[in-house]
């Protein structure tokens, strides 16, 4: 048995319990009980007192790339499988130490985050539980070749139906595919379409066949809607939207945005290390990526968090830089923010049954931070404790 004792806890993210403090009881990785403060008894060694800290369910990262560090993208396309999984796995106890229990990886070079993420299931190691797709499926499109592996290519609705099979045959938790050009993509252009929508109708009728669900790389306000029409439950990044998007978005119910600001921003501020046409690309998107997020604010619409971790060096367990963005940018409350990251991205992947609030019968996700992060954003870098599946990760 673990209680942590008198802690603060968030009530947005705490169900069925009112006060502001309490006790947190958990056994066999499950939260059994909520107390008032200071009135469970237990053993000295069972007891961690969170006086003075926030605790708040593990925050779910719904957007990254495990096998990508940022660096030298032609050098790190020529690293050896068994490399690049140890190197996986750092990068996934890097955002465990920082309080990302669940993340979402979209996309890796040669489907190797499968392995990562068994090796976490079974207890072979520790990780944050991490929902992966394998392999991009995209059409081909001028500059694939700069992430090597990474992607699959299709062109017909018939080979898009085979590609969805094949990652499905391989065991993946959800379907990636790119629907707009990529600002990191040599040949691309972030806006414009890049699949027909009989190919995507296609991949998502094979997926919802197969109980995946499916995340399409989205930029452009057409390819929003196109993905909207056809059931896709994850827009990554919708960066671009017209008034069209959001009433679509209201009405659907199925489909949400993942917006991702950390890596325009960072391209933006820090762009001496970064090839040319990242730079480029991101001085044109970043500030429709801001009128896209206070566009989803004003109409309500339910939006999820993720950074694109991967995407520049430093930014795998970097999440501050990605909460920063959306408090000083775009104009989201840190509650707002938190909640986003929690009980939002549980309910948008399909998993607030297990995760996303503090709740008795849910996993022992959790993380505490020294001060109160609903209120001051910074909190979040003074991580004070990490429990995953009811096991202590950091203290």
Same mark, same amino acid.
């Given at each position: 048995?673990?209680?942590?004792?008198?802690?603060?806890?968030?009530?947005?993210?705490?169900?069925?319990?009112?006060?502001?403090?309490?006790?947190?009881?958990?056994?066999?990785?499950?939260?059994?009980?909520?107390?008032?403060?200071?009135?469970?008894?237990?053993?000295?060694?069972?007891?961690?007192?969170?006086?003075?800290?926030?605790?708040?369910?593990?925050?779910?990262?719904?957007?990254?790339?495990?096998?990508?560090?940022?660096?030298?993208?032609?050098?790190?396309?020529?690293?050896?499988?068994?490399?690049?999984?140890?190197?996986?796995?750092?990068?996934?106890?890097?955002?465990?130490?920082?309080?990302?229990?669940?993340?979402?990886?979209? @996309?890796?070079?040669?489907?190797?985050?499968?392995? +990562? %993420?068994? =090796?976490? !299931?079974?207890?072979?190691?520790? $990780?944050?539980? *991490?929902?992966?797709?394998?392999?991009?499926?995209?059409?081909?499109?001028?500059?694939?070749?700069?992430?090597?592996?990474?992607?699959?290519?299709?062109?017909?609705?018939?080979?898009?139906?085979?590609?969805?099979?094949?990652?499905?045959?391989?065991?993946?938790?959800?379907?990636?595919?790119?629907?707009?050009?990529?600002?990191?993509?040599?040949?691309?252009?972030? @806006?414009?379409?890049?699949?027909?929508?009989?190919? +995507? %109708?296609? =991949?998502? !009728?094979?997926?919802?066949?197969? $109980?995946?669900? *499916?995340?399409?790389?989205?930029?452009?306000?057409?390819?929003?809607?196109?993905?909207?029409?056809?059931?896709?439950?994850?827009?990554?990044?919708?960066?671009?939207?017209?008034?069209?998007?959001?009433?679509?978005?209201?009405?659907?119910?199925?489909?949400?945005?993942?917006?991702?600001?950390?890596?325009?921003?960072?391209?933006?501020?820090?762009?001496?290390?970064?090839?040319?046409?990242?730079?480029?690309?991101?001085?044109?998107?970043?500030?429709?990526?801001?009128?896209?997020?206070?566009?989803?604010?004003?109409?309500?619409?339910?939006?999820?968090?993720?950074?694109?971790?991967?995407?520049?060096?430093?930014?795998?367990?970097?999440?501050?830089?990605?909460?920063?963005?959306?408090?000083?940018?775009?104009?989201?409350?840190?509650?707002?923010?938190?909640?986003?990251?929690?009980?939002?991205?549980?309910?948008?992947?399909?998993?607030?049954?297990?995760?996303?609030?503090?709740?008795?019968?849910?996993?022992?996700?959790?993380?505490?931070?020294?001060?109160?992060?609903?209120?001051?954003?910074?909190?979040?870098?003074?991580?004070?404790?990490?429990?995953?599946?009811?096991?202590?990760?950091?203290?």
């Amino acid at each position: 048995m673990l209680v942590l004792r008198n802690a603060r806890l968030i009530q947005e993210l705490t169900e069925g319990y009112e006060d502001r403090y309490g006790d947190v009881v958990v056994d066999k990785g499950i939260i059994q009980e909520i107390r008032p403060a200071k009135s469970v008894s237990a053993s000295e060694d069972e007891i961690i007192d969170l006086t003075g800290k926030t605790l708040m369910p593990g925050m779910i990262e719904a957007h990254l790339h495990l096998d990508l560090e940022g660096s030298n993208t032609f050098e790190e396309n020529v690293q050896p499988d068994a490399y690049r999984t140890v190197c996986c796995l750092q990068r996934a106890q890097d955002n465990l130490r920082r309080g990302y229990t669940t993340v979402r990886d979209l @996309g890796d070079r040669n489907n190797i985050t499968l392995g +990562l %993420a068994r =090796a976490i !299931r079974e207890g072979r190691v520790m $990780g944050p539980d *991490v929902l992966v797709s394998g392999k991009i499926l995209t059409p081909t499109e001028a500059g694939n070749e700069f992430f090597g592996d990474m992607y699959e290519e299709a062109d017909s609705p018939l080979e898009y139906v085979k590609a969805v099979r094949r990652q499905y045959q391989m065991g993946v938790d959800w379907i990636k595919i790119m629907g707009t050009g990529a600002v990191m993509n040599p040949g691309g252009t972030p @806006g414009n379409a890049i699949i027909f929508e009989e190919e +995507l %109708a296609a =991949a998502c !009728r094979t997926a919802e066949y197969a $109980g995946l669900p *499916v995340a399409v790389h989205c930029h452009g306000s057409e390819g929003v809607k196109m993905c909207i029409r056809n059931g896709v439950r994850t827009v990554e990044h919708s960066s671009i939207v017209d008034d069209e998007c959001i009433r679509m978005y209201k009405e659907s119910g199925k489909s949400f945005p993942i917006p991702t600001m950390s890596p325009m921003t960072n391209f933006v501020e820090f762009p001496d290390d970064k090839p040319e046409h990242y730079v480029r690309k991101a001085k044109t998107l970043l500030g429709k990526i801001v009128d896209g997020l206070h566009a989803y604010k004003e109409a309500g619409i339910k939006i999820g968090w993720g950074t694109d971790a991967g995407v520049y060096v430093g930014s795998h367990g970097n999440g501050i830089y990605e909460f920063r963005a959306r408090v000083n940018m775009a104009g989201f409350t840190p509650l707002e923010c938190l909640i986003q990251a929690t009980k939002n991205n549980a309910e948008i992947l399909m998993i607030d049954d297990q995760v996303g609030t503090i709740a008795c019968g849910k996993r022992a996700n959790l993380a505490a931070f020294s001060g109160n992060p609903d209120e001051n954003i910074d909190v979040l870098d003074d991580v004070a404790l990490v429990v995953k599946a009811g096991e202590i990760v950091k203290l």
